[in-house]
């Protein structure tokens, strides 16, 4: 890859950032300061190259997609930008003659406080892929100033601490305070008439300004740089000198303290009011700061919001930036003068939306009486949206149920999914199932009614980072067999494909994984001080922590296999070591019971001398993308364990293909379609299929039943409700037996057998590696570059620019 800059520049516009910015020379520089000048000579570089993008953007009228999300897992940004813009080697050299590691500069840089999940990190990996691709784009978000927390796990249980990301990691943005705008909450409408034309105004308000902050994103060879714009609130007046001065301190700092409160954390804990009232505060501070940013931009290029369709595409990447919707519509109706219908033509067919989930959490719906109250003018919109579209729905179907069913308030609620299908002119699931889903039963009434606004995107990728990147041993060999043309193009990963029956490549492949695996070990070594045997296999499940992903399935299995060891101890058994990362929602209590009871389990298994040389559990604490970036590379089996019809799509299933892991997992989400490309005999599928699920739920499904035919099993729930791991897990073992929402027990018989399969085949080795270079060969598919290319081409009509 062709390098942006020589040796001699680099090192003269480092030399050069560390005189002007730290005032210091490369020989009395720390590390900070060099990480932190070669950060800003990297910016330096994507501005220009940003510039002539957009240049050549605008030359060519090309339309610009704008992408909200309430997160981006961004990870870190210096090993990401040095490759995509060819500076890796080069920047080794320059620093080499400074006596200084990359790799230590890489350590200087924390993970951006951006995100949590899967969500954040496809919004992240869409980056890369929209600037790799060459379409113009900018991402929205909010700039968290503590992120969602760092993870600290005391005697098991999670415990949150802020997340201290900016004082490292605040160097890639940029803030652009000339772009600040003010959003307001509360106050009240006032309504009046101007000859035929309705009048509106939102006055009292309270107003809170968005600071905007530009983190730009590299895509390959830097000819194209996407930028996320994070939004940071503050108060108008940060201090009032006036109640100051009357002895008043506490309210002098009061109205700065309450509008920062908008960007502390990442999904605030939303089990009480508070937390629900700024989650609402939250969203809307986004939504109108980047619609205010879109339409003041498109303004000044175009001159009109005529063409605003033709010109620009507004992503809502699940339901939180649903209220774009409202929002457009106050500024085409209030600022800008339009007629209801053509501001309501002009939002339809800039807008579509991406659903990410069947979970009923996620489906956010907010009280009318909280969301008027805070917002009234957009209340206003959404109502005036509701009785639109209800009288709509009754002209199309003349059935009262289904009006009700569809409508946007209902019963005391704002239903934001249901106003984001209205709203957008396509929706799309992120895998072939849950699109399915969709279709038939989540937005089954709209489907019936628009059938032709639904399709499906499966999720993607970036692949240069969860290969090339994290695994540079397993690109280096790909690029020796296939050349480096994956490195732009995943599809020709299946070159691979003719080597997964050569003993010398096959014999390479077990080598470079057992290299990651001692890599990995260290690590576990020196953050949990558990020495881990990297001949053993490493199961990995790292995910959010939660019941539908079903983490606790893995852990009575683990439970289970404890006591069988400890029953049969001279029973042959192939060494495992289950590895799990993941955080928990700060207010979701079963979450962080699951967390605690892995981590009881590793206690206790590590205490027992007879089991541990042949079953370890390790629970990496604060689970994030450069600690994902060391594990992944060395998983072996990917737990993807969900109940078939509740995972949309995971990437984390995509990353360990990428990487040689195989699936073991459900028939879910993408693993429907992983399952596909990989054939029966690459991957381990157990459990019910969706249909199956929906059947034994109408039929009546009775947990209890498989406790009692099942002696395993009925051992292990047993023991969770002994002291056997030093503390009682009765309320985990009480939900299973007498609800069981995921049907744990159900496909525990099918998951304890597919388990042992697995252990049978890894000790073929030959078989297992072959397995493992079919995976990786047929993982071009799941690119986020080819993510992008079919929302471009099925919804959102953009052409690349050339």
């Given amino acids: 890859m062709k390098s942006i800059l020589t040796k001699h520049e680099l090192r003269e516009l480092l030399n050069t950032k560390l005189s002007h910015n730290f005032g210091m020379t490369p020989e009395t520089a720390d590390n900070t300061c060099i990480y932190k000048a070669l950060a800003l000579v990297l910016r330096d570089e994507m501005t220009k190259l940003r510039k002539n993008f957009k240049d050549r953007a605008a030359a060519q009228q090309s339309k610009q997609v704008f992408y909200l999300c309430m997160e981006f897992l961004m ?67 909010i700039r968290y100033e503590y992120g969602i927390f760092r993870q600290k796990l005391v005697d098991g249980w999670q415990t949150e601490l802020p997340d201290f990301w900016l004082p490292g990691g605040g160097i890639w943005l940029e803030q652009r305070r000339d772009r600040a705008l003010e959003v307001h909450f509360e106050g009240r409408v006032e309504d009046s008439w101007d000859d035929t034309h309705h009048i509106c105004r939102h006055t009292d308000y309270s107003t809170v300004t968005a600071v905007p902050y530009d983190l730009m994103v590299a895509g390959l060879d830097g000819k194209a740089i996407s930028v996320l714009r994070l939004f940071a609130a503050e108060a108008p007046q940060g201090f009032d000198m006036a109640e100051f001065n009357s002895g008043n301190y506490m309210r002098a700092v009061e109205q700065a303290s309450m509008a920062g409160m908008i960007s502390k954390v990442l999904y605030p804990a939303d089990n009480h009011p508070e937390g629900k009232s700024l989650r609402l505060r939250q969203q809307y501070f986004l939504v109108s700061a980047a619609i205010q940013d879109i339409v003041q931009n498109h303004l000044a290029q175009h001159g009109t919001l005529d063409n605003l369709p033709e010109k620009a595409a507004i992503h809502l990447n699940d339901t939180h930036p649903t209220l774009v919707v409202p929002e457009l519509m106050r500024l085409l109706l209030d600022e800008c003068g339009y007629d209801w219908d053509t501001a309501w033509d002009l939002v339809t067919r800039t807008v579509a939306y991406t659903n990410h989930t069947v979970m009923s959490e996620a489906l956010e719906c907010w009280g009318t009486g909280m969301f008027e109250s805070m917002l009234p003018r957009i209340y206003q919109i959404v109502r005036e949206i509701d009785n639109r579209h209800r009288h709509a729905t009754w002209c199309a179907t003349q059935n009262a149920d289904m009006v009700e069913r569809m409508a946007i308030i209902s019963n005391g609620a704002v239903r934001m999914a249901n106003l984001a299908v209205v709203a957008a002119h396509k929706v799309n699931g992120v895998s072939r199932l849950h699109s399915e889903i969709l279709k038939n039963d989540l937005f089954h009434d709209f489907y019936t009614v628009t059938p032709d606004k639904f399709t499906n995107v499966t999720n993607g990728i970036a692949h240069r980072r969860w290969l090339c990147q994290a695994n540079p041993k397993l690109s280096s060999l790909i690029s020796s067999l296939i050349g480096d043309d994956f490195i732009k193009n995943a599809d020709a990963l299946e070159g691979l494909l003719k080597y997964r029956d050569d003993a010398t490549v096959l014999e390479q492949l077990a080598q470079i994984k057992r290299d990651n695996k001692i890599r990995l070990s260290n690590v576990i070594k020196k953050q949990n001080g558990i020495p881990v045997d990297p001949d053993s296999i490493f199961d990995m499940q790292v995910k959010r922590m939660h019941e539908y992903k079903r983490q606790h399935l893995n852990a009575l299995h683990i439970l289970s296999q404890y006591l069988t060891i400890k029953e049969n101890p001279n029973l042959p058994f192939t060494p495992k070591t289950y590895i799990f990362g993941a955080k928990a929602a700060s207010g979701y209590y079963m979450a962080k019971e699951m967390i605690q009871l892995i981590c009881y389990l590793s206690k206790m298994i590590e205490a027992d001398e007879a089991v541990r040389d042949k079953l370890r559990v390790v629970y990496l604490e604060d689970y994030r993308v450069s600690l994902a970036e060391c594990m992944i590379p060395a998983a072996e089996i990917s737990e993807q364990i969900s109940l078939a019809g509740t995972e949309a799509s995971g990437t984390g299933n995509m990353k360990l293909m990428l990487n040689g892991a195989i699936t073991l997992g459900t028939e879910d989400g993408a693993n429907v379609e992983i399952h596909e490309a990989v054939g029966d005999e690459n991957i381990l599928i157990f459990g019910m299929r969706e249909h199956e699920v929906t059947a034994a739920r109408k039929a009546g499904y009775h947990p209890y039943t498989f406790y009692q035919n099942n002696a395993d099993l009925h051992r292990a729930l047993d023991a969770l409700n002994s002291n056997l791991l030093g503390k009682k897990f009765d309320s985990i073992a009480q939900s299973l037996l007498n609800n069981d929402p995921y049907m744990v027990l159900a496909d525990y018989s099918d998951y304890a057998a597919t388990q042992a399969r697995a252990s049978a085949l890894y000790a073929q080795q030959k078989e297992w590696q072959h397995m493992s270079l079919t995976n990786i060969a047929k993982a071009g598919c799941f690119a986020a570059d080819r993510s992008i290319r079919d929302y471009a081409n099925g919804i959102w009509d953009a052409k690349p620019v050339k």
Avoid at 78 to 103: C, H, R, W
Avoid at 114 to 141: H, Q, V
């Fill in 75 to 141: 990870g870190q940004s210096l090993k990401n930008t040095l490759f995509n813009l060819g500076l890796t080697e080069t920047a080794k050299e320059v620093l080499a003659g400074y006596g200084i590691k990359l790799e230590k500069l890489y350590d200087e840089e924390p993970d951006a406080g951006l995100g949590n999940g899967g969500l954040g990190r496809l919004a992240a990996c869409f980056l890369d892929g929209l600037a790799t691709t060459g379409y113009p784009a900018m991402g929205y978000s």
